[in-house]
Structure formats: structure tokens, C-alpha cells
């Protein structure tokens, strides 16, 4: 069959809009007595490959995605390129504007005039894709973080000094696991780094992005110099593969293995390197400049090193403040100490009391970092608070500023000192004014969780709202009987089961339980055979098992939320505590598809997914997944 349109849809996950696109495009070219084809980027590969027979007689290719789709071979052709959203959204829309003519013909070195003239993605877009290169990095960062800082913790759990040999604390298993901790925490930045340039561009900037993330260790720039490096190295791939991109394909494999490493690394780097050195001359003006408040009045010296230490939490601005604080100590100023310390100590308990106070509104992956913060924050490890700052800078970080603020301004008026360098509360039998210091951290630290849980529900009811919007009921088939396909007797909270071999059993049996099966023996054989092919655990704690058998009487979900997570494996590497299972007849051809689209989109809203992962109620959960909330 030949083709007049042609689509590729692709969204960062490959699990919802990914698919939620192909249908509405598929939709639309039907309504407009069209035939199209959609090639899709979903979670599991690319699927209806588009020939290159079929790309040549095509009239309009329609891209809708927010990821690299390999735009390049449609050179010469007419091409929409659009976001995945207005793919989903304004289908019709394009569909008449293909039918039309009225598109620009796509170039692999497009002028300028050109860009900016037919540019169809909106500013909103750009955010959004930097949000998931961000994010990208930062879900790859936070084991690094913890694993690290709980190790560093557990050894100054046997002395301040004890990794110290010239010490008479020292202990060489504490100096063991003060070395392993240390290699994890030295290893954020770079990763940080790396998984930002290889979700920019993909493979060879993961190699980049790990190396301008160590000149951005190295150099002392911290985590706000990891995201810049991550960016940098992602873009500047990017744009050597723009440059190399009419070189013969028999060197595709030179450009892998030699010019984008290589070239990369040189420009890249460079461009790191020039941007971290001139840090270490800020860096010395800022220590001579916080030196110069240390008996100043309390509460303005309270506020500057609170807000330096929670401004970007162990990069330069922390360290500079820490640094002074340490230089002063050596001087015998312990009182300027004690508030940087308390000021370093805020930032993670904040996050801490913060998933406490608004348990329902983040991600339990997001609640067991909070919870490991308070241990963290504890020891004087500020960085467990990162990846709840990287999520929405512009606020968090500001609220967080407020909380060590406060928690150094009270040290300074309550006149507390402290000796010690580093420790966290393992210092406080040597503090004087031990009692008096715990409270300011806790004011301070009590204070930014309850902010940040507030810009938290905030952020969760707009996204709510935003879904209520543009979800439409989930139901067995488009047609009027509207048939619900999750019932509240299908779901299944807190059940205790211990792998994933036991979900799927659970899950068969009550299929036959529940009447919607009649063999359960072929509906766990179907499901183990999904899982053979690939697992069908996704994000955020969630796998989507789904079956298809003759004996299955008719489309049905069950979900199943379990008391503790198992190994599922997954895209976030996260354990999974949801399944929710999609079983259909064998002849119902393509439906579970639709359904598992219909599913997988409401599964990319994390707000949803946290009331799914939290509430007791079955009917709050049913109406999340028929698309009545969420």
C-alpha cells in the first residue's frame, strides 16, 4: 500500500504519548479519507518501520516527538515536525495541513530563515526536554548520593576523626568506609553529568558527559557544575554530528570510536575547563568576603551563609562557606562554625520532613530518599538534599535557602559553638549549647519541609487538573456502551508476595477467582510468555503485565498493589510495588493495545501515580485509572 502520510511518534518514556499519538493521527487521517502510516518509538523499540520505498513516495511526513527519531532520512521530503503533544492534540490540524501543502521542505542543514519560520515546537516543549535530560541525570545520581552518604555517615558513626590515621580515633574499618562513600559521592557529579549529555545524545555522549563531569568534579564546581557539563557535552555531540552527518556511511564507525570522542572530549572539555578555573579565584573571593561578616550582626550573617549553603548544597558557593568556616576554626572562632554547620545540616532534614508532612504527594521512590535524608543530614551530608532541589530549582532551592537561614540565624543568636568541622550531631558532646542547636536546625529544617510540601501539593493539583482536562474514560472500546473494564473488585491493595513469579500467579488465580477467566493455568503461562519476550515493568514502582487467551472471557484490569516491592526489572531500576494487569481475549485483536496506551498515559502522570501508590481507597483508584481523577 502506498502512502500519502507518513508519522513517527515518540515520547523521553516510549510508554503513553508514544501511542496515544499514533491514534489520534490514525484517527484524524481516517476521518479525512486518507491512508497513513506511524512509525512509533515506544518502550520495548521502533514498530512499524517506515521503508525507505515508503518514505520516498510519500507526500508529508509527520513527526510528533520529543525524542531523536532519526529526522535525517527524510531530507528532501516535506516534514511536520511538532512535539508529541500536538501530535495527541491538534491531529486534525495536521493531518489538514499535510492534505493542504502547506510545509516546508526539510533540510539536514537548514537556514536560519527556515528554522525560525516553520518551527513548530513551543517554548513549553524546550523546558519540558530540558526537564528530562535533567531528570535523566539526576534519577542516575541519586543511588550514588545515598549509597555514598550512608557510608560516610556509618564511619563518623566511630569518630569524627576516626578515618583520620594520625588520630587517636582512628579506625581503619571507619577509614574503609569512609573511602568507599567518598568514591561514591566523587562519582555523582560525573554521572550526573554523563546521563544528561547521553539523554541529549544518547551513546556518545555518555562518554563525553563523564569526563567533562569529572573536570567539573575536579574543579570543584559541584552539582550545578555537573548539570552545565552535562549540557554542554550533549550539545556540542550534537553538533558534531551535525557537522559529520554527509560523511559517507562506511565511516560510521570511524565517527564513533574516533571523532566524536576525540573532538568531543577537546572542545567540550576545553569549554569545562575554562568555565571551572576562574571558579577557584570566585571561590577565594567569596571566602574573603564571608570572613569579613564573622562578627558582624547574627542575623545578617545568618542569612548570608545560610543562603550560600543551601544555594547549590556542596558546590562552590556551599563550599565557600564551609571552607571559611573551617580556616576560621582553625583560628579558634568556633562560633562562626556552628552556624554553617547547622546551615548544611537543614537542606536534607528539610526533605525529610517535608515527604512526612505530604506523604500522599510524592513518589515512594521520593518518600525512602526524604526518610534516608534525615540519617544524611544527621551526619552533615547536605547533598542527599540534590535531587529534590533538582526537580524544581526555582523553587525548592529558594525555600531551602530560607530553612538553613533560619536554622544558622537562631545558631548565632543563641550563641552556640562548635568545634568540629564536620560530624553532624555525632559533634553534640562537644557543643556547647547542644540542646539550643538542635532546636535551630529543627526550626529551620521544619520549617522549609512544610514549603516545600505546599509547592509540592501545589505542583501535584496542577498537574491533576491538567489531566482531568485532557483524559478521557478509560473503557473496554470507543463505541456508546462504554463498558468499565476496572471494577473495585479487581483491586487488590497491601498483598503480601515476595517476587515477581508470585504477582502473576496471584494475579491468575483471581482472574478465574473474578470470572474473567477460565483457565488459570494458560492465563500464568501467557503472562510468563509476555514476560520472556520483555519485562513489563515501566517507572515509578509500576509494571503493566498484560495477557492474551481464548479463555479470557472479556477486556478486564486487575491491580494489585503490593505490601512490599519486588524485583521486576524496570526502566528506573526502582522495585516495583503496582502491577496493574491487562487481560483480553485472544480474538480482540489489537485492543489491549489501546488499553495498555490508555493505561500507560495516565501511569506518566507521577502525581497520579503517587495517589495510586499511597491511597486505601479501591474506588479513589478506580476512578484515577478510568480517568475520573488523577
Given at each position: 500500500?502506498?502512502?500519502?502520510?507518513?508519522?513517527?511518534?515518540?515520547?523521553?518514556?516510549g510508554?503513553?504519548?508514544?501511542?496515544?499519538?499514533?491514534?489520534?493521527?490514525?484517527?484524524?487521517a481516517?476521518?479525512?479519507?486518507?491512508n497513513i502510516?506511524?512509525?512509533?518509538?515506544?518502550?520495548q523499540?521502533?514498530?512499524?518501520n517506515?521503508?525507505?520505498?515508503?518514505?520516498?513516495k510519500?507526500?508529508?511526513?509527520?513527526?510528533?516527538a520529543?525524542?531523536?527519531v532519526?529526522?535525517e532520512?527524510?531530507?528532501?521530503?516535506?516534514?511536520?515536525n511538532?512535539?508529541?503533544?500536538?501530535?495527541?492534540?491538534?491531529?486534525?490540524?495536521?493531518?489538514e495541513?499535510?492534505?493542504n501543502?502547506?510545509?516546508?521542505?526539510?533540510?539536514?542543514?537548514?537556514?536560519?530563515?527556515?528554522?525560525?519560520e516553520?518551527?513548530?515546537?513551543?517554548?513549553?516543549?524546550?523546558?519540558?526536554?530540558?526537564?528530562?535530560?535533567?531528570?535523566?541525570g539526576?534519577?542516575?545520581?541519586?543511588?550514588?548520593?545515598?549509597?555514598?552518604?550512608?557510608?560516610?555517615?556509618?564511619?563518623?558513626?566511630?569518630?569524627?576523626?576516626?578515618?583520620?590515621?594520625?588520630?587517636?580515633?582512628?579506625?581503619?574499618?571507619?577509614?574503609q568506609l569512609?573511602?568507599?562513600?567518598?568514591?561514591?559521592?566523587?562519582?555523582?557529579?560525573p554521572v550526573?553529568?554523563a546521563y544528561?549529555?547521553?539523554?541529549i545524545?544518547?551513546?556518545?555522549?555518555?562518554?563525553?558527559?563523564?569526563?567533562t563531569?569529572?573536570?567539573?568534579?575536579?574543579?570543584?564546581?559541584g552539582?550545578?557544575?555537573?548539570?552545565?557539563?552535562?549540557?554542554?557535552s550533549?550539545?556540542?555531540?550534537?553538533?558534531?554530528?551535525?557537522?559529520?552527518?554527509?560523511?559517507?556511511?562506511?565511516l560510521?564507525?570511524?565517527k564513533?570510536?574516533?571523532?566524536?570522542p576525540?573532538?568531543?572530549?577537546f572542545?567540550?572539555?576545553?569549554?569545562?575547563w575554562?568555565?571551572?578555573?576562574?571558579?577557584?579565584?570566585?571561590n577565594?573571593?567569596?571566602?574573603?568576603?564571608?570572613?569579613?561578616f564573622?562578627?558582624?550582626n547574627?542575623?545578617?550573617?545568618?542569612?548570608?551563609?545560610?543562603?550560600?549553603?543551601?544555594?547549590?548544597?556542596?558546590?562552590?558557593?556551599?563550599?565557600a562557606?564551609?571552607?571559611?568556616?573551617t580556616?576560621?576554626?582553625?583560628e579558634?572562632?568556633?562560633?562562626?562554625m556552628?552556624?554553617?554547620?547547622?546551615?548544611?545540616i537543614?537542606?536534607?532534614?528539610?526533605?525529610?520532613?517535608?515527604?512526612?508532612?505530604g506523604?500522599?504527594?510524592?513518589?515512594?521512590?521520593?518518600?525512602?530518599?526524604?526518610?534516608?535524608?534525615f540519617?544524611?543530614?544527621?551526619t552533615?551530608?547536605?547533598?542527599?538534599a540534590?535531587?529534590?532541589a533538582a526537580?524544581?530549582?526555582?523553587?525548592?532551592?529558594?525555600?531551602?535557602?530560607?530553612?538553613?537561614?533560619?536554622?544558622?540565624?537562631?545558631?548565632?543568636?543563641?550563641q552556640?559553638?562548635?568545634?568540629?568541622p564536620?560530624?553532624g550531631?555525632?559533634?553534640?558532646?562537644?557543643?556547647?549549647?547542644?540542646?539550643?542547636?538542635?532546636?535551630?536546625?529543627?526550626?529551620?529544617?521544619?520549617?522549609?519541609?512544610?514549603?516545600?510540601?505546599?509547592?509540592?501539593?501545589?505542583?501535584?493539583?496542577?498537574?491533576k487538573?491538567?489531566?482531568e482536562?485532557?483524559?478521557?474514560?478509560?473503557?473496554?472500546?470507543?463505541?456508546?456502551?462504554?463498558?468499565?473494564?476496572i471494577?473495585?473488585?479487581g483491586?487488590y491493595l497491601?498483598?503480601d508476595?515476595?517476587?515477581?513469579?508470585?504477582?502473576?500467579?496471584?494475579?491468575?488465580?483471581?482472574?478465574?477467582?473474578d470470572?474473567?477467566?477460565?483457565?488459570?493455568?494458560?492465563?500464568?503461562?501467557?503472562?510468563?510468555?509476555?514476560?520472556?519476550?520483555?519485562?513489563?515493568?515501566?517507572?515509578?514502582?509500576v509494571?503493566?503485565?498484560?495477557?492474551?487467551?481464548?479463555?479470557?472471557?472479556?477486556?478486564?484490569?486487575?491491580v494489585?498493589r503490593?505490601?512490599?516491592?519486588?524485583?521486576?526489572?524496570?526502566?528506573?531500576?526502582?522495585?516495583?510495588?503496582?502491577a496493574?494487569?491487562?487481560?483480553?481475549?485472544?480474538?480482540?485483536?489489537?485492543?489491549?493495545?489501546?488499553?495498555?496506551?490508555?493505561?500507560?498515559?495516565k501511569l506518566m502522570n507521577?502525581?497520579a501515580?503517587?495517589?495510586?501508590q499511597n491511597?486505601?481507597?479501591e474506588?479513589?483508584?478506580?476512578?484515577i485509572?478510568?480517568?475520573?481523577?488523577?
Amino acid at each position: 500500500m502506498d502512502y500519502r502520510i507518513l508519522g513517527v511518534t515518540g515520547c523521553p518514556t516510549g510508554i503513553a504519548h508514544t501511542f496515544m499519538a499514533q491514534e489520534a493521527l490514525e484517527k484524524s487521517a481516517e476521518k479525512h479519507g486518507v491512508n497513513i502510516k506511524v512509525e512509533t518509538h515506544g518502550q520495548q523499540g521502533i514498530a512499524n518501520n517506515l521503508t525507505e520505498e515508503e518514505i520516498e513516495k510519500a507526500e508529508v511526513i509527520i513527526v510528533a516527538a520529543d525524542k531523536n527519531v532519526n529526522i535525517e532520512r527524510f531530507n528532501g521530503k516535506k516534514v511536520i515536525n511538532v512535539s508529541v503533544a500536538k501530535g495527541m492534540k491538534q491531529s486534525d490540524e495536521l493531518i489538514e495541513r499535510a492534505l493542504n501543502g502547506d510545509v516546508s521542505t526539510f533540510r539536514t542543514e537548514r537556514s536560519s530563515e527556515d528554522s525560525d519560520e516553520n518551527n513548530d515546537t513551543e517554548n513549553s516543549s524546550i523546558w519540558r526536554k530540558i526537564y528530562v535530560h535533567l531528570m535523566n541525570g539526576v534519577s542516575h545520581m541519586i543511588p550514588f548520593v545515598v549509597a555514598g552518604g550512608v557510608m560516610i555517615a556509618v564511619s563518623l558513626m566511630f569518630g569524627i576523626y576516626s578515618s583520620d590515621p594520625s588520630s587517636d580515633q582512628y579506625n581503619e574499618f571507619a577509614a574503609q568506609l569512609n573511602a568507599i562513600g567518598g568514591i561514591a559521592m566523587a562519582l555523582m557529579v560525573p554521572v550526573l553529568s554523563a546521563y544528561i549529555a547521553q539523554s541529549i545524545a544518547n551513546r556518545p555522549g555518555l562518554v563525553i558527559g563523564f569526563i567533562t563531569g569529572m573536570i567539573a568534579f575536579e574543579n570543584g564546581t559541584g552539582f550545578l557544575g555537573g548539570i552545565v557539563s552535562g549540557f554542554i557535552s550533549g550539545l556540542i555531540l550534537i553538533g558534531l554530528g551535525v557537522v559529520f552527518a554527509k560523511l559517507p556511511k562506511q565511516l560510521d564507525g570511524l565517527k564513533s570510536i574516533f571523532l566524536f570522542p576525540v573532538l568531543g572530549i577537546f572542545i567540550a572539555g576545553l569549554i569545562v575547563w575554562w568555565l571551572s578555573v576562574p571558579m577557584e579565584t570566585i571561590n577565594q573571593a567569596m571566602m574573603d568576603f564571608i570572613a569579613s561578616f564573622q562578627n558582624s550582626n547574627p542575623i545578617i550573617l545568618g542569612i548570608l551563609i545560610g543562603s550560600m549553603s543551601a544555594f547549590d548544597m556542596g558546590g562552590p558557593v556551599n563550599k565557600a562557606a564551609y571552607v571559611t568556616g573551617t580556616v576560621l576554626l582553625a583560628e579558634g572562632n568556633i562560633a562562626f562554625m556552628a552556624g554553617v554547620s547547622a546551615a548544611c545540616i537543614a537542606p536534607p532534614l528539610a526533605t525529610g520532613f517535608a515527604v512526612l508532612f505530604g506523604k500522599k504527594y510524592y513518589s515512594q521512590g521520593e518518600r525512602s530518599a526524604g526518610l534516608v535524608n534525615f540519617l544524611l543530614g544527621s551526619t552533615h551530608i547536605t547533598e542527599g538534599a540534590i535531587p529534590f532541589a533538582a526537580k524544581r530549582p526555582l523553587t525548592i532551592i529558594p525555600i531551602l535557602m530560607l530553612g538553613s537561614s533560619v536554622a544558622a540565624v537562631l545558631t548565632y543568636l543563641f550563641q552556640v559553638e562548635v568545634p568540629a568541622p564536620h560530624g553532624g550531631f555525632i559533634v553534640l558532646p562537644v557543643v556547647n549549647g547542644a540542646l539550643l542547636w538542635i532546636l535551630a536546625i529543627l526550626v529551620g529544617s521544619v520549617i522549609a519541609g512544610y514549603l516545600m510540601s505546599l509547592d509540592q501539593r501545589k505542583a501535584f493539583n496542577k498537574m491533576k487538573q491538567t489531566n482531568e482536562k485532557e483524559q478521557k474514560p478509560l473503557t473496554v472500546s470507543d463505541d456508546e456502551s462504554g463498558e468499565e473494564i476496572i471494577k473495585t473488585s479487581g483491586i487488590y491493595l497491601n498483598q503480601d508476595l515476595n517476587d515477581k513469579q508470585s504477582v502473576l500467579e496471584f494475579i491468575a488465580n483471581v482472574a478465574v477467582k473474578d470470572g474473567i477467566a477460565e483457565d488459570k493455568i494458560a492465563v500464568l503461562e501467557g503472562l510468563n510468555k509476555r514476560e520472556e519476550q520483555s519485562s513489563t515493568g515501566m517507572e515509578k514502582g509500576v509494571a503493566i503485565p498484560h495477557v492474551s487467551h481464548q479463555s479470557i472471557k472479556s477486556p478486564n484490569v486487575v491491580v494489585v498493589r503490593l505490601a512490599e516491592g519486588v524485583t521486576w526489572p524496570a526502566l528506573d531500576d526502582e522495585e516495583t510495588t503496582l502491577a496493574i494487569a491487562i487481560l483480553v481475549p485472544e480474538n480482540s485483536g489489537d485492543k489491549h493495545l489501546g488499553i495498555l496506551a490508555n493505561l500507560s498515559r495516565k501511569l506518566m502522570n507521577d502525581d497520579a501515580v503517587r495517589v495510586l501508590q499511597n491511597t486505601n481507597s479501591e474506588e479513589e483508584i478506580k476512578d484515577i485509572l478510568l480517568g475520573g481523577q488523577g
